[in-house]
């Protein structure tokens, strides 16, 4: 029978995708026993030492140690706390473990911020990976040479999978309940819980922010111009000459400090406005569109189609309604 390893770290972890990683494989494993098949896997939580005392001694969970495995077959990271880089130091053993546990050919799922544990091991080094939107900035900073898929709920590279945020760790279950179990287990999970199957994005639940945790001033400033005037015509040449001594050193600087370009950083600005009136008022596409700084429709369209994965009409009828129904 395979073994099936949910961590347990040390600090703050988050003990929501602990038991519900749990429950759910063992629903599945209870599921096959139904249909007369002997389950697939021994379920384990484990630490660096043992029982683990979490979240400031706030609970206590009983754990094996990891030594008292020789091989796991499926590793489970779940999210961790905040702030992530002491997260990281005092889960050294665990990363030693889960590095060597898979260079001996276990499989490593990482949830939501949990991916900051698996990037220290190394493995993730130059290859995709998801975790929640809000922490897409620090874990650059802290891993350039890992790629970050921002918008996806689901990674899958070489027997390393990741997920994108929160609750969503559940599709990632699922996800693995289907390529460990068959699809007709996963469906039973997705149906005993009341979760969605197949969603691969998480676009449409992502909130703008930029990133201003660095120290070029010069760009803060631009920022902050392009956060003010973001509705207006804004040129990217005058807002070099205005910020830097050229288009291409500011363009360099601007996405070493923030990630993205300054257009890049103008589209987003200007899709999160949108969302905000979509999600807040009855306005009209087009009456928005204007709002933000749009003039031709198809460049909006695709403009915020491809930040949120919906149209700007799915996304307002599909909030608006929500919002309409919360207050019905």
Not at 35 to 43: E, H, K, T, V, Y
Not at 142 to 148: A, G, Y
Not at 221 to 242: D, R, T, V, W, Y
């Amino acid at each position: 029978m395979k073994k099936l390893i949910i961590l347990v770290p040390d600090g703050q972890p988050n003990l929501i995708s602990i038991e519900g990683t749990y429950r759910v494989f063992r629903r599945a494993n209870l599921y096959w026993q139904q249909l007369g098949r002997q389950q697939i896997f021994d379920i384990y939580l484990a630490s660096q030492r043992g029982r683990v005392k979490t979240n400031d001694g706030l609970f206590s969970v009983h754990t094996m140690a990891i030594s008292s495995f020789d091989r796991a077959d499926l590793i489970i990271i779940p999210a961790i706390g905040f702030p992530y880089a002491s997260e990281i130091n005092k889960n050294q053993k665990l990363i030693a473990w889960i590095r060597d546990q898979y260079l001996q050919g276990a499989e490593v799922a990482s949830i939501c911020v949990g991916l900051f544990l698996l990037a220290a091991t190394g493995l993730l080094n130059g290859r995709r990976c998801a975790t929640h939107w809000a922490a897409a900035a620090p874990f650059r900073q802290m891993f350039p040479e890992v790629q970050l898929a921002e918008d996806r709920v689901i990674t899958d590279e070489q027997g390393i999978y990741t997920n994108g945020g929160a609750f969503s760790f559940i599709h990632l279950l699922l996800y693995l309940i289907e390529k460990y179990y068959d699809r007709q287990t996963a469906v039973y999970c997705a149906k005993f819980f009341e979760a969605d199957m197949d969603r691969y994005s998480q676009l449409p639940y992502m909130i703008f922010s930029g990133q201003k945790n660095h120290d070029d001033e010069i760009i803060k400033q631009a920022q902050a111009f392009i956060e003010e005037h973001f509705a207006e015509k804004i040129s990217m040449e005058k807002l070099a000459n205005q910020f830097a001594s050229c288009r291409r050193n500011f363009d360099r600087r601007f996405v070493k400090a923030t990630g993205y370009t300054p257009l890049e950083y103008l589209q987003r600005v200007r899709v999160e406005a949108a969302k905000r009136s979509f999600e807040n008022t009855r306005k009209a596409v087009n009456e928005v569109m204007y709002e933000v700084g749009y003039a031709d429709e198809k460049a909006f369209r695709e403009v915020f189609k491809k930040m949120t994965g919906l149209s700007p009409l799915a996304y307002r009828n599909k909030y608006q309604k929500q919002i309409m129904e919360i207050h019905a």
